[in-house]
């Protein structure tokens, strides 16, 4: 590994190593040209919502005929999952009624429910199938780094573990019927509720049950409007009220914006309200629900009542990338402190412009965030818009630098560029990683508009400094993206150094799904590269890669020609972590040749190596045991092989690496094995497989196999 690059994937989110995670034979993938260079990138991601349900609005009316209807289409299935499509415009209710109904028949669903907003018609565009069943996989249980990368992987997972269960699943604004076959779970017990602005006709070959939502009638729309003006302004002015209605056009999301602010304004009268909407009914732009109706106008009106600090934030808010974002993001907008911006923020909650989603997060109406951008547009300029989207964008960039540091201290960095006064202080590496995780979405959209900006250094710097993540998290297709994006980004700064490194990260990751091939096209390009601008530590890390992309592809002989000039260099630069795992790496690649002896000198080499660096890389020291005993099994010393295997094993787990055990749980079994001891060696191998099984990686397989053959002996 590299000091700043690693060369191998961690099993567990504690250690690494370099064994591939998991098939992804079915990895889509992509090229892309860049100055006449090929680039081979997996498909991008788009952001996703937290599985639990969404809150809904308290003011929802009954809908009862709907629900009721519901009812009728749930209890009518017994063969297979229910599934029901709840399809109309933008705004009518469907999530609400959803949610509702969802949370009504909650006994229903004993296993829980899954929920994932689908993106059809937000802003960054429909969400990815492999995304959505990612989340859904992670929040059934399945860690994140054993979450299979194909669509084909993940679906059959899936299906597998919702054959047993009662669960619901609410796949939230869907844009196509292609993006909800992959997400049906398959038990009868189980029900699915969709909502689009599609009919989604295509789903009736899944046994689809339509229910096409209509805007509120005026009854349960006066219902809607009073729980906010009280009954005496609505009594009082029923012209009025019954105007209000007519311009709302029965959407919810308009009555409840309008009732919001009548409810924070007890003075203010019915008829002031009409008059406002009715000035503007002529400028119909982008939310217009009908020729002669605009949502836009309620919108107005609620923002013309926000205070004049609340409406800039909320204009400016209208720039970030993605609909939901943190407090800390919303003073960086704002150019001010969090503890200044959270008036601002509770205000907007109030006036129903924004949804609270916790303490600390806030998520846009996507209707809502193009009606701020076009407000910043016109009062606060292009300049304005792009100064207030630049300090949202440093803002995360400063934060995941920060991250990305505390995770990995050592790892060799470029100058940063943009650093704020928001940086937050992680605690420790599991903080740092779970604000990466949590944060993930909007750092890729972070980079998606540093491009479209022109910001390519900050670009590339965000997409560097989501190498942890990706490191002790895995997200292969988010990791494909941002090399790709990175790469771009790159190229456009004109920075060889940041090209070189993203070129050799995207080698790494097609190494870590198997296409050696293609890790080898990105490493040897990223080698031209350090080479041309005489990096000599990048050149020596990259010469280990592909290394470590020979020995995985079958080609030990050249790995080893790679990791010695790799050992002999960084001799010569005089680092002993780097010299420790050169030499792990090179006696690995012997051992794969049957040198054994030669490979115990070269692990011998190793261990001094690593006990001068005291504790600096704890998991790839222990590590370094295992494959010492399996050197002196082969070399038929089958007690220090267990000596070895044992005490490794004992500090293996006080490290926390059920990958690192399950490997050692297979050396004693195969020494057991090697002199009798059968009953042993099947303890043992039942022990590694039980490991390798709950992590779902393929040396499962492996070691089902020693087993087999170990009850045919």
Known sequence: MAADEATTEPRNGTSTDNTIVGNISGQAVMAGAVHGHVYLSGSSTKPIIPRQLPRTSPTFTDRRTELDELDRAVSGVTEQSALTVISGPGGVGKTTLAVRWLNRERSRFPDGNLYVDLGGHSVQGPLQTSEALGRFLRALGVPAENVPHSVDEQTGLYRSMTADKALSVLLDNAASAHQIAPLLPTSPTSVTVVTTRNRLGQLVSEG????????????????????????????????????????????????????AQLAARPRITLASVVRALEDEQRRIKVLATAPDLSVEAVFDHSYRELTGQTARLYRLLG???????????????????????????????????????????????????????????????????????????????????????????DRRQLPYLFVTEFASNFRDRGEALDWLEANRAALIATIRAAIAEKLPELAWQMADAMWSLFLYRTYLTDRFEVNHLGIEAAVSWGNKFAEARMVYQLGLAHNDTGNHEAALLHMRRALELREAIHDVRGVVNTREAIGFAY??????????????????????????????????????????????????????????????????????SIRLGTFM?????????????????????????????????????EVLGDAAQSVGELDTARECFTRSFELFQDLAVPEAGRVSDALRRLDGA
């Not at 030990?556 to 780097?578: C, H, M, S, W, Y």
């Not at 089958?638 to 050692?664: C, H, N, T, Y």
């Open 208 to 259: 689809a049950h339509f229910l096409s939502l209509p805007p509120l009638d005026d009854m349960a729309a006066a219902e809607l409007l009073r729980a906010g003006a009280g009954p005496q302004r609505m009594n009082g002015e029923p012209g009025a009220a019954q105007r209000l209605i007519e311009l709302c056009a029965g959407l919810p999301i308009a009555l409840t914006v309008v009732s």
């Open 319 to 409: 720039g970030h990338p993605g609909t939901e974002f943190t407090r800390g993001v919303a003073a960086a907008a704002a150019d001010c402190d969090e503890r200044a911006v959270s008036h601002s923020l509770a205000e907007l909650v109030e006036a129903s412009l924004v949804e609270e989603i916790s303490a600390e997060r806030f998520r846009f109406h996507d209707l809502l965030q193009l009606h701020a951008k076009h407000h910043a547009l016109q009062e606060d300029g292009e300049q304005g818009l792009h100064l207030a989207t630049r300090r949202m964008l440093e803002w995360y960039l400063s934060n995941a630098q920060a991250a990305d540091m505390t995770v990995r201290p």
């Open 551 to 620: 020995l995985a592809s079958g080609r030990p002989e050249d790995a080893v020609e790679q990791f010695r000039k790799a050992l002999a260099a960084n001799r010569a630069i005089g680092t002993r972590r780097r010299m420790a795992l050169s030499a792990l790496n090179l006696g690995r690649a012997l051992l794969a040749l049957g040198r054994t002896t030669e490979a115990i000198r070269i692990f011998e080499d190793a261990q001094e190596s690593f006990d001068r660096t005291g504790n600096a890389d704890a998991y790839n």
């Open 629 to 665: 005993a399996r050197a002196q099994l082969l070399s038929g010393r089958v007690e220090l092989a267990k000596v070895i295997a044992r005490r490794s094993l004992d500090a293996m787990r006080q490290l926390g690496s059920p990958f690192g055990e399950a490997e050692l749980w």
